[in-house]
């Protein structure tokens, strides 16, 4: 058995890994009530904690979508409005990357997204996601919710299972967002997750936009334009883009090299700039008085086009 060593230490919302933690989201002019379980053991550490940022991107997601969000500074304003205009939550599909005990999936599973797959390491879902999803099953009205295991940058590509759950859900295989927020555990000079995490989610956004670009074909009952050498070709389809939302903490000087390695693949949507978690929580961070604040913001992208390749 295992001694209980490991805390969630440098936390605002919570310092114990031991304890459930609660929060709750507007919905229908009353607050309602998400919680969830953690762990401190070791074999699931740290994904068996909750961490600050999932709680600051729960209220950036209540902000931007809630039925009766809090008034905002002009900052979540703008975010609030770029994420409205490209996400509709009612048909959204989504995925988490490194979920953890899963609150942020589950509080949009809440506020209505149509499909949301949180993933994680095998031992992280099986230790605390799928508990949490299944404990709060009762909030997704329209919902598809789903606790999956995602280990990055395995061979063969660890992603078919879930596009394979995405389309038995919503007979499409398209994502409409992915995000991730504070993944950058690695000590200086170990990039190994920070390279892998950037694989699978290059290969992940690659399929999704193929799937959109011929789903979009399929829809348009396959029509054919002629080239000029007499030759047919399918019409070219509109391509749907996918939104990526990364929450980053700076944990360590090596934490910057992932934000480094996502801003050479990625761009900030137009209009979009970075979002501080003391602007989502001025509340909260304003406690933290004597205490080192937690470095943690937001970012809105979507892919550079052309997209670069990765370094070898």
């Not at 953690?38 to 600050?52: I, K, R």
């Not at 892998?196 to 054919?224: C, P, Y």
């Not at 929450?247 to 996502?262: G, K, N, V």
């Not at 929580?281 to 470095?295: N, Q, R, S, V």
């Amino acid at each position: 058995m295992s001694t209980v060593t490991n805390q969630a230490a440098h936390n605002l919302y919570t310092t114990t890994a031991d304890q459930p933690y609660t929060t709750h989201i507007n919905l229908f002019k009353k607050p309602i009530p998400i919680t969830v379980h953690q762990t401190s053991e070791e074999s699931s550490w740290p994904g068996g904690a909750l961490w600050d940022p999932a709680v600051i991107m729960v209220k950036l997601f209540q902000a931007a979508f809630g039925t009766n969000p809090a008034p905002l500074s002009p900052p979540l304003t703008d975010a609030q409005r770029l994420l409205n205009q490209l996400v509709n939550l009612k048909t959204a599909t989504i995925l988490e990357m490194g979920c953890g005990v899963g609150l942020t999936g589950i509080a949009l599973g809440a506020l209505g997204a149509k499909y949301v797959s949180c993933t994680d390491m095998q031992v992280v879902v099986d230790a605390v996601t799928r508990r949490n999803v299944d404990h709060n099953a009762h909030l997704f009205r329209t919902s598809t919710v789903l606790a999956q295991g995602l280990l990055w940058g395995t061979d063969p590509p660890p992603a078919d299972a879930i596009f394979d759950s995405l389309k038995s859900a919503t007979g499409s295989g398209v994502f409409s967002m992915v995000f991730a927020a504070d993944i950058a555990y690695c000590r200086p000079g170990l990039q190994g997750h920070f390279d892998a995490f950037m694989e699978t989610l290059l290969s992940i956004l690659s399929a999704s936009d193929a799937n959109a670009e011929r789903e979009s074909l399929e829809q348009k009952g396959g029509r054919v334009v002629k080239k000029k050498k007499g030759r047919a070709s399918a019409e070219p389809a509109k391509k749907q883009e996918t939104i990526f939302v990364y929450c980053h903490r700076r944990r360590m000087a090596a934490s910057e090299d992932l934000l480094h390695l996502i801003m050479e693949q990625f761009e900030y949507v137009e209009g979009a700039g970075v979002i501080r978690g003391e602007d989502v929580d001025p509340a909260t961070f304003a406690l933290g008085k004597g205490k080192k604040k937690p470095e943690i913001t937001i970012h809105i992208l979507k892919r550079r086009t052309p997209p670069p390749s990765l370094a070898p």
